[in-house]
């Protein structure tokens, strides 16, 4: 028998979506949902090999049931907007895997299921309802069965009509019976005032139906008796509301519902853009398909290229062209480039592509390419030249004079654009089709080095195409006006990070070591102290023992449900703190234990065994603000909002016997760079004043003085601050003030009231974005919003809150740079020994020699403050001391 399932998609996507932890994607799309919804429907056909599947939506708000109760689901929150992004996604990817889905305005997505079950059993399929929703199971029958989501929605209970009787007791048409004595709170149902299921449940075990029961009133007695009698009409209306309608004129033939299986050609490019990689990986999809990205002109496939390998007897020719060099491409393996292995690199001219061994270029015969390199007269191009510089390194080889990065501008042209592999940028400029990597060297344990020539034409491939790429890319920055952007400041940074790479930053591994033994004897402590408590032994880290301990033996109430039972999130450890004093405890144990692992331990494996120091690595080409990111480790997460956290900057150490940490770090730069581009009195006068910008905020919203601002009001003004940057929403700020989203939304009105030029800004930003399709930093960082114009609500909501904060955010980003590359240039003219080694979000770490203590104290603030001219004063508090922590 063929079968047919019907998924209830706004109860599933609304479950994954609270059950799954916030996920977005690199252009901050949130998809924690549609993952969760993913996952399931893939663990769904994969089980139950359906021969026909649709997905079920609501259509708006108004269906047909308001027509006779306008209070129906009156009490539910606006849906966040974090979720109500995600349904146009979740409908597009349907689409990509062949999914059929449907909605039809006045009607439910359970009157669409409930319908269509209906018509399924009488064609003779067999039907799986999958949904979260109890009412469903009043359309089970022997060939429909209801599986009902638990656990957030990583598990299905199924239901037949057996398993009905055995929880129940009942048939599946009482389903309806129930709710309408019970009422459902969730969709505003009101049933009958003291009846809820237990009591709802033992009437119709006598009386079979609501009719009945109210039939039979008089039998019983008391307030149960008044209840019934009082509220017949509610009763009577609430089974109608609860019953699901099944002659929905639903314009779907089965030939349209037909799952013919997910294709990868139309699957893959949509799982790419929800940058779902282990979806990817688990469906064996290729994670970069040639001809996925869309090109211009026709695509030509590189299949054959002249490459001469460069030994003894043919390094003359090279020697002879080495000024005619346009193009340089080092390959090298391993993630962390400081441990890369350098495979082999390519020198290329228009007309000829030389191939290197490494083994040769190590030779001393090969000491006229390696002076190439080094010197930094001669303008380098290729493809992640930051990359090439470290992984040459290590290995003893200099590279330098670094012009122009093909991998970097691709970014810098479009930074939400995560396909900028030499394959995909040949395929977007209708340049060639490259073989991927994987097919050349194969992939994880499968990876291997290939033989001299199959490896030098591939390189050779490579720099062929990049020849043609840096031609277009340098007509782009042109064209869009960011020369500057890319050749004054992203391009001299990139060899500014490289050195502060290869600099490292010394770790007193010994303190290291100690401080790794406090936290293991607090942790003991705090061990210790819980299983006193709780009266028992258990493993910690098990939230399902966590939770049985909680709520089943100590009884503290239940806040929300996962797959293993009991929520014990830090959300949730939060909330139950006041109620029993086991929760701090365990609480403290979470924030030791996870210092203890990720900082202790991991900092102790990325110790040089040869420096001493960790040699963090820096991207330049992930956030799409922007940003800067960290690797190997990641030093800008290292915690500061709880003293053992800040203590691990105790370890970070100058390298120089008697020399001190100095750090500065950017006073509040994106509200200034607010207050410059709203052109905001209120703000700038709080900024030109000096005045604390969250008491500033606290006066105006809540129209007091300053004396008047408590704690609290400064917390709240600080969230909407920093809120408003990020694009908060009022279900955001709810969380994070734990309030109600109405208070949040009343709380931002009054702040946009108080703020005008910030509202103006807004509103000005979204119209330019609109006209322009994209926004840009003030130094002509764009970054592009297609969906700002789309016709859904969503979609276009979340690209206009978009418009709004990267500007702000990628000027802030642009001038930390800008100070980085200031301050090198500083360090150099002042003849200074002391060394920049870190940037960590708006904070820039030094290391200095006592004697230049005095000049950097004053030049490190006053050339941060010159980064870039605003019409408020930019501000650098400096600070130093014999290790990062005192430096804070």
């Not at 598990?155 to 009905?164: L, Q």
């Not at 810098?412 to 060297?441: C, H, M």
């Amino acid at each position: 028998m063929e079968k047919l399932i019907l998924i209830d998609g706004n109860s599933i996507i609304y479950r994954a979506f609270f059950a799954m932890p916030p996920l977005t994607n690199s252009r901050g799309l949130h998809t924690n949902a549609v993952y969760g919804f993913t996952n399931m429907l893939l663990r769904l056909i994969q089980e139950e090999k359906p021969s026909h599947i649709l997905v079920a939506f609501d259509a708006g708000k108004e269906t047909f049931r308001h027509e006779g109760y306008k209070e129906y689901k009156g009490g539910r929150e606006k849906t966040p907007h974090e979720l109500s992004e995600q349904f146009p996604l979740m409908r597009e990817l349907l689409e990509s895997f062949g999914i059929s889905w449907f909605e039809l305005a006045g009607y439910e997505a359970d009157d669409i299921i409930g319908t269509l079950s209906k018509q399924g059993e009488e064609s003779g399929l067999q039907v799986l309802v999958v949904t979260g929703d109890k009412d469903m199971l009043q359309v089970v029958s022997e060939n429909v069965k209801v599986a009902l989501t638990r656990k957030g929605i990583s598990e299905v209970e199924p239901y037949g009509p057996k398993e009905i009787e055995e929880k129940y007791g009942l048939r599946p048409e009482q389903i309806i019976d129930l709710k309408g004595l019970m009422g459902d709170a969730s969709d505003n149902i009101p049933g009958v005032p003291g009846i809820g299921e237990k009591t709802a449940l033992k009437l119709l075990h006598q009386y079979g139906s609501v009719e009945e029961v109210l039939a039979h009133s008089d039998e019983l007695k008391g307030k149960m008796k008044e209840n019934l009698v009082n509220h017949a009409e509610d009763a009577c209306m609430s089974k109608k509301l609860a019953t699901i309608f099944q002659e929905v004129p639903i314009e779907r033939s089965w030939e349209d519902m037909v799952f013919a299986g997910i294709q990868e050609d139309k699957a893959a490019p949509m799982l790419r853009k929800l940058e779902f990689k282990s979806l990817i990986e688990r469906m064996a999809f290729t994670a970069s398909p040639a001809g996925d990205a869309s090109v211009s002109g026709d695509s030509r496939v590189v299949s054959e290229v002249d490459v001469t390998i460069v030994n003894s007897s043919t390094l003359p020719e090279l020697t002879a062209l080495l000024p005619q060099i346009e193009v340089m491409y080092v390959e090298s393996y391993g993630e962390n480039p400081h441990h890369a292995i350098v495979m082999g690199m390519v020198l290329s001219t228009p007309e000829r592509h030389f191939f290197v061994p490494f083994e040769f270029l190590k030779s001393k015969e090969a000491g006229v390419i390696v002076s190439w390199l080094g010197d930094a007269s001669v303008p380098k191009r290729g493809y992640d030249l930051h990359r090439a510089d470290l992984a040459l390194h290590w290995q003893g080889v200099s590279l330098a004079g670094e012009e122009h990065d093909v991998q970097l501008a691709a970014y810098i042209l479009d930074p939400t654009d995560n396909n900028q592999t030499p394959s995909d940028l040949a395929a977007k400029y209708g340049l060639a089709y490259l073989t991927p990597d994987e097919e050349v060297y194969g992939k994880g344990a499968k990876f291997k080095v290939p033989d001299q020539e199959t490896l030098s034409k591939h390189l050779a491939r490579k720099a062929e195409v990049l020849l043609h790429i840096i031609a277009l890319q340098r007509s782009e920055l042109e064209k869009n006006e960011m020369n500057r952007l890319f050749y004054e400041l992203e391009m001299p940074l990139s060899r500014i990070l490289a050195d502060m790479e290869k600099q490292g930053i010394a770790v007193n591994r010994a303190d290291l070591t100690q401080l790794g033994k406090e936290f293991e004897s607090q942790i003991t402590k705090l061990v210790t102290r819980v299983y006193e408590i709780a009266g028992t032994e258990f493993n910690l880290n098990s939230p399902k023992q966590l939770g049985e301990i909680l709520f089943d033996k100590l009884g503290l109430p239940v806040m929300k449900k996962t797959k293993t039972g009991y929520s014990t999130d830090a959300e949730v450890l939060e909330k139950l703190a006041p109620y029993h004093e086991i929760v701090q405890y365990i609480l403290d144990y979470r924030q030791l234990a996870k210092l203890q692992s990720t900082y202790v331990e991991g900092l102790l494996k990325e110790i040089s065994p040869v420096t001493g120091k960790v040699h963090t690595y820096y991207r330049q080409t992930i956030a799409a603000t922007g940003r800067l990111s960290s690797q190997f480790p990641n030093l800008q997460n290292i915690p500061i909002r709880m003293e053992e956290g800040r203590k691990i900057r105790k370890v970070f150490v100058p390298s120089e016997e008697g020399w001190f940490i100095l750090a500065a770090d950017y006073s509040q730069i994106e509200l200034r760079v607010l207050a410059h581009i709203s052109e905001d009195e209120g703000l700038q006068e709080a900024f030109l004043h000096d005045l604390d910008i969250h008491t500033k905020t606290a006066m105006d919203v809540f129209g007091v003085s300053a004396e008047e601002v408590d704690s609290n009001m400064r917390r709240s003004a600080k969230a909407v601050n920093f809120g408003i940057v990020y694009g908060i929403s009022d279900y955001g700020l709810s969380q994070n003030l734990n309030i109600t989203r109405k208070e949040a939304s009343q709380f931002i009105e009054r702040y946009f009231q108080a703020f005008r030029g910030v509202r103006r800004y807004m509103d000005d930003i979204v119209l330019e974005a609109k006209r322009d399709g994209y926004v840009k930093t003030l130094l002509e960082r764009r970054r592009y919003l297609p969906e700002i114009n789309a016709s859904n609500f969503n979609i276009r909501s979340f690209a206009e809150r978009t418009a709004m904060n990267t500007p702000i955010q990628g000027t802030a980003a642009d001038i930390i740079k800008l100070a980085m590359v200031l301050m090198d240039e500083a360090l150099k003219n002042h003849g200074l020994k002391s060394r920049m080694l870190l940037q960590v979000h708006d904070e820039l770490v030094f290391e200095v020699p006592p004697d230049e203590m005095d000049i950097m104290s004053k030049l490190v603030p006053v050339t941060m403050g010159r980064a870039l001219p605003l019409s408020v004063p930019l501000k650098a508090e400096v600070s130093s001391g014999l290790n990062w922590y005192e430096a804070k």
